[in-house]
């Protein structure tokens, strides 16, 4: 007789069973639960389905009203700042303009400053009581304080805070213009707007199609701006969320509107994608030059398009260099909005490092920031790891699902978190989480992680095959060989990840405001409180300063991510 064998457990595979069912467990309650809860939170009461939500927000003046709010700020902020986008890329990167190093430079100021930081700046320069208002009262007659508010005033700022996008993939795509082609057309007479429009745009085409999806969706979601200048006519779906988030009774509402997002934001992101698999437009030489750029040959257009870019140049750099100089001043000069050295003074920087009510919010967020990144890293090395090394539906199923997040907008994914976890949950251990300072920290990782999936699995799929063979053959254990291998090779894509992870949470405001911890304030929203209409000088002197040093922060991230590798490829 035959004797059966007896299935041995592999203690070996202990462990990635164990990573297995951690990313199992961490889909399903993290990332599918809390979504698929919202949806039963709005239309079952119960137990019993109903649509009372949907009537209540139909009834609801404010709610619709936000509602369209938001419908007409996200198409006319894609056509604004598409305009203004392709205006930067074209005056730094095709055209020849005088000081175009400089105007580079002033015009990514975004990269380094945005949010509520961004919003704040352009509010003390153009609202009640702001340096440029103050000015302009005194020239013009009856000037009207109150003028920067509203739908003008939120399209104003969120078109020059949303340009980063332009600056980095269309910038990248302007490269990419083959400029024999550009000669080709010249030697066939065609005009400098001929060519811009018939052989240049074109190659564009994929990449502005895709970030002014992206300027879509940011619009149909803007916080800051509507909160701070939007006044008590023009907030939008986000502000509303969070008003109606603060109660028991209207959380519904706030799940809905949540979920009118989410809908719109999947749209979307079906069509970008649908829009990637078209591909790109490419050139049919065989020997590719790089662009280079266009002198303007009509004297008055030539003129015009360099005042035009000086004027935008302003705009970026303004902000900026107000914030600075205004965060060595003290109250007095910040309340009256006048600059004088006499008022130089270095107690706003001394009271942040020095006092504990100051300088809490900024270590609460270095904290939260610095755990949440090193957390998404870790989650997404694993992850990829696997992804690479095994090509079925489980592997796919993995990223397809850690990929959820990337079709949500941030306020429905706090909104599920929040209706999800103020009970307790068996798969929580059995532990309530809302209003503990563990759910922001979730609501961080969770935010970050599609970003960088899709940014380290590129890394990973660039490896070289044969480096990994070669260590199997000498006789190296998997793990081994991706400590000692692999990671090191992808280990400055992470670590540059990494760095604009940290760069993105540091004071972030639209997950914050609605998971953080009363007794742990983050940054952003602390920022918010100071730049309150009743708030005092003393508390806008510190609101620059925070500011100072996120841009300190955020420009050394954005000089060892782009500025570097810039240099580098001017060397080459």
């Known amino acids: 007789m035959m004797k059966k064998k007896k299935m041995k457990f592999d203690s070996g595979q202990l462990p990635k069973y164990l990573v297995y069912a951690f990313f199992v467990w961490f889909i399903l309650s993290c990332l599918v639960i809390p979504n698929i809860n919202t949806i039963f939170t709005v239309f079952f009461e119960n137990g019993e389905f109903t649509l009372e939500p949907l009537q209540k927000l139909l009834s609801s003046e404010k709610a619709m009203k936000s509602l369209r709010n938001s419908c007409i700020l996200a198409p006319a902020l894609s056509v604004t ?29 975004t990269l380094i400053y945005g949010g509520i930081i961004l919003v704040s700046g352009y509010k003390f320069i153009y609202g009640n009581n702001g340096f440029l208002t103050n000015i302009f009262a005194k020239v013009i ?12 005033a939120v399209l104003f700022v969120m078109t020059f805070a949303c340009t980063s996008n332009h600056m980095i993939f269309l910038r990248n795509a ?26 240049v745009l074109p190659v564009l085409t994929p990449s502005l199609l895709a970030v002014t999806i992206l300027t879509f969706i940011t619009g149909l979601s803007a916080t800051s701006a509507p909160l701070l200048i939007g006044g ?12 109606f988030s603060k109660t028991v009774n209207s959380r519904p509402l706030a799940a809905l509107l949540a979920l009118f997002l989410g809908i719109a934001t999947i749209l979307l992101l079906t069509v970008m994608m649908k829009i990637e698999k078209r591909g790109h437009y490419m050139s049919i030489s065989k020997v590719k030059t790089t662009i280079r750029k266009q002198k303007i040959r009509n004297p008055i257009i030539n003129v015009l398009v360099h005042i035009y870019a000086y004027i935008l140049f302003l705009i970026y750099v303004l902000p900026v260099v107000l914030i600075v100089l205004f965060s060595f001043t003290d109250a007095k000069t910040i309340a009256t909005r006048k600059l004088s050295l006499s008022a130089f003074t270095l107690d706003n920087y001394k009271t942040i490092l020095t006092e504990a009510s100051a300088y809490r919010p900024f270590i609460v967020s270095v904290i939260y920031s610095l755990l949440s990144a ?36 941030t306020t429905l994914i706090a909104i599920g978190l929040i209706t999800t976890y103020n009970t307790p949950r068996f798969w929580m251990f059995n532990k309530i ?20 999936l899709r940014m380290t699995k590129a890394a990973f799929f660039s490896l070289d095959d044969s480096l990994e063979d070669a260590a199997r053959s000498l006789g190296a254990k998997g793990f081994y060989t991706f400590r000692r291998v692999i990671l090191p090779i992808v280990l400055p894509t992470v670590l540059a990840i990494f760095a604009l992870n940290f760069n993105g949470l540091l004071g972030d405001y639209d997950m914050s405001v609605f998971m ?20 005092n000088a003393d508390n806008s002197a510190l609101s620059f300063v925070y ?23 001017v060397k080459k």
């Open 141 to 152: 007659p009856n000037f009207p304080t109150d003028w920067f508010q509203g739908f003008w």
């Open 81 to 109: 700042v598409g305009f203004v986008g392709i205006s930067l890329v074209l005056i730094t990167e095709y055209f020849d303009i005088r000081g175009a190093r400089m105007l580079r430079i002033g015009y990514m100021t």
């Open 232 to 243: 008590n006519d023009f907030q939008t779906i986000t502000p509303m969320i969070l008003t």
């Open 374 to 409: 090193v957390a998404v890293a870790i989650l997404v090395l694993m992850a990829c790891r696997i992804i690479q090394k095994n090509k079925n539906k489980a592997s796919a199923a993995l990223e397809y699902g850690l990929l959820i997040p990337w079709l949500l907008p």
């Open 433 to 452: 989480l809302t209003g503990t300072s563990v759910i922001m920290f979730i609501g961080y990782v969770i935010i970050k992680i599609p970003f960088t």
């Open 174 to 199: 302007m490269r990419a213009v083959d400029f024999q082609t550009v000669e080709a057309a010249q030697n066939m007479g065609a005009s400098q707007i001929r060519i811009l429009l018939r052989v």
């Open 547 to 569: 500011a100072v040093l996120m841009m300190i922060i955020s420009g050394t991230v954005v000089y060892f991510v782009y500025g570097r590798g810039d240099k580098t490829k």
């Open 516 to 535: 953080y911890h009363p007794l742990n304030q983050p940054l952003g929203v602390y920022i918010k409180s100071l730049t309150d209409a009743q708030t």
